[in-house]
T-cell receptor, first 115, second 112 residues
Framework: ELKVEQNPLFLSMQEGKNYTIYCNYS?????LYWYRQDPGKSLESLFV?????AVKQEGRLMASLDTKARLSTLHITAAVHDLSATYFC???????????????FGKGTKLSVKP | EAGVAQSPRYKIIEKRQSVAFWCNPI?????LYWYQQILGQGPKLLIQ????????DSQLPKDRFSAERLKGVDSTLKIQPAKLEDSAVYLC??????????FGPGTRLTVT
């Protein structure tokens, strides 16, 4: 059974600081997703990582994937209050067989950026 | 491009009552997913459709949950009878390819 673990689960940051959220998963996968969820809202896709060594950046967020270590990171640079939200990583199940495209989500990291 | 639509947005029912949720995916998306998100947790897949066929329903509590996707477009998810532990947000997502899923706004269900 594929398991996805995120840490930390809660993160309180000062504006302007840097921090990294970690996502570990238990079995081989070639797809890793990062989503953002604001309170009472749905999931917004941030990054889709499809290969070992993939790195993507958007604004103050940068995501990377190491499939050999089964690890993805979401790095936050110079945090601002607008980044306060819950961030989920999700691992894609294999594209073969009957579970094409299924995502297994971590529990999420609740980020709070304080002035 | 219109996103994934869901209704209702909120629903409050008593335990043992029935409830149904509706989802309209993005036009042309063959794959449709229903997820359950309990407060403080990540979404968990309940069922996946490819066109109007079920691909994976291994985590759907079939004694009380049912879902259908007639004509390969809209889908409904039903709970009958509801239990207190069914209180959650029910998210519908769709995808054109298997790589990226687009989520709807969700239906927040409260069972009292």
């Amino acid at each position: 059974e594929l398991k996805v673990e995120q840490n930390p689960l809660f993160l309180s940051m000062q504006e302007g600081k840097n921090y990294t959220i970690y996502c570990n998963y238990s079995t081989t996968s070639d797809r890793l997703y990062w989503y953002r969820q604001d309170p009472g809202k749905s999931l917004e896709s941030l990054f889709v990582l499809l290969s070992n060594g993939a790195v993507k950046q958007e604004g103050r967020l940068m995501a990377s994937l190491d499939t050999k270590a089964r690890l993805s990171t979401l790095h936050i640079t110079a945090a601002v209050h607008d980044l306060s939200a819950t961030y989920f990583c999700a691992v894609g199940m294999g594209l073969g067989g009957g579970s094409q495209g299924n995502l297994i989500f971590g529990k999420g990291t609740k980020l709070s950026v304080k002035p | 491009e219109a996103g994934v639509a869901q209704s209702p947005r909120y629903k409050i029912i008593e335990k043992r009552q029935s409830v149904a949720f509706w989802c309209n995916p993005i036009s042309g998306h063959a794959t449709l997913y229903w997820y359950q998100q309990i407060l403080g947790q990540g979404p968990k897949l309940l069922i996946q459709f490819q066109n109007n066929g079920v691909v994976d329903d291994s985590q759907l509590p079939k004694d009380r949950f049912s879902a259908e996707r007639l004509k390969g477009v809209d889908s409904t998810l039903k709970i009958q009878p509801a239990k207190l532990e069914d209180s959650a947000v029910y998210l519908c997502a769709s995808s054109l390819l298997s790589y990226e899923q687009y989520f709807g706004p969700g239906t927040r269900l409260t069972v009292t």
